[in-house]
């Protein structure tokens, strides 16, 4: 995260350099940002014209001015009638892609009247412009120096400066968060396997604050995780399971407990799945990477809470050790389940999980996972799928998820569903049939959290761009790094109510 952001007390009509107007398409001659006279009249060169002010719509106006700015970036909000929080994220994301594009160093960012408090506008413009400067270029032999390197915030008014330093500091950490997940998503799976991403984990935990464990091979099987091994046997990589702690609290708080599916490759095992798309599977790890990025957010925020997480770690592979259709699984918390499609192994490797994490007196419990194919089916790639047996507890994600843009979308837990996982060998089979295939999924996973208030989230569709993902500027290609902002957003909320 190369860029500097900071404060500059100044006007627009005094400083050179490459200034960001934001501006609405239906009020497109009167942009949310006090303007003199004299850069209106240049605005209105282009504005209506060959610029409209639709979403994510760039213009670089050069202006010709001896003082002032030499150049302004016309950036498109969409219609004002249509604002949203993401508007925003987006239309400062695509103006940092446009001056990087041009390779200029600097910008200047008058701060905008938007319909939000200043403190939650300032957060958006910096989520929007380090987001989309994210690149993964570890495997890129020529690495492509960033240009921007300095963002100014412009404002006449001295008194606002702490206020805009604390959102500047909050959406770093939480971009820090980000990054990270994007990262050990984005990575490759010969380069990422459980251990891997447990050293990972210690790193990132050694750096941003918080305690890591690692459960290996040994430990999982005195701690009878039998989906976990399960899964890993038929992989050379051993599986893990990482636990995070970070405590904010004077200690012994009941803590949060979040979980996420790792996989670091889905090959579906001994169900092997078709060739096509499977280099997608790298990304079946998304889940247990936003975790570790939440908690590095949570940490370096200093957010007064404690939080646990817990990943899961294996690499799904067939071979002579590898488990099998057929095979029955015993999970930490005694129940079995008989094994119909290697390939729904996410649900066997959070069962344990889940049992461990109602182990530690939650206050909550979060999963993400990217769980099954028919969730994409169900809402495609613009929404999360949400899953609970809490609705108090769903109101306030989906809260969340207005906030960041990061949608979810609430599917049913009626009790019917179960009846689609019992088996007659087993108390269930880790595959339910066809209907309703992301709620099974999810019923399956109801059976290991007791009465702890939960929240399961399928990121199947979200964890990654696919050919039907929206294209935003703040969402490169691959991993998005998806939850890390919701959640992020969650715990803060939880903090206010307090
Ligand atoms: N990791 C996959 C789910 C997935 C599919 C994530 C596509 C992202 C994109 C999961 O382990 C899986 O294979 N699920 C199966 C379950 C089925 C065998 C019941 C699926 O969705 O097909
Ligand atoms: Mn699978
Ligand atoms: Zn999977």
Redesign the pocket.
Known sequence: MSVKFSVKIGKIEEETGVHVIPVYEDLISDPPIKLSEKIKKILEQVCGREFKGRIEETYVLPTFLEKGPSRIVLTGLGKSSELELDSVRRAYGRAALKIEEMKFSSTYIPIPSLPYDIDLTIQTIVEGILLSLYRFDRYKSEKEKQALEEVYFLVEDESKTGDIQRSIDLAEKICRGVYTARDIANMPSNDCYPEKLAEMAIEVGSRAGFKVRIYKMDELMEMEMGGIIAVGGGSNHKPVLIEMEYDGTCGGDKPYVIVGKA?TF?S?GISIKPSEKME??KY?KSGGAAVIGIMEAAALLKLPLRLIGLVPCVENMPSGTAYRPGDIVRFRNGKTAEII?T????RLILADALAYAVEKNPKVVIDLA?????C?IALGTHASGLFTNNQQLADKIMKSSEKTGEKTWQLPLWKQYKEQIKSDVADLKN?GGRPA?AITAAAFLSEFVRDAPWIHLDI?GTAYTQETSEQKSYIPKGATGVGVRLIIDYLINELKQE
């Open positions: 996989v889905d579906g997608e599977m079946d499609s390939d729904a192994e996410g990217t769980l099954t194919g028919a994409i595959v295939g199947a």
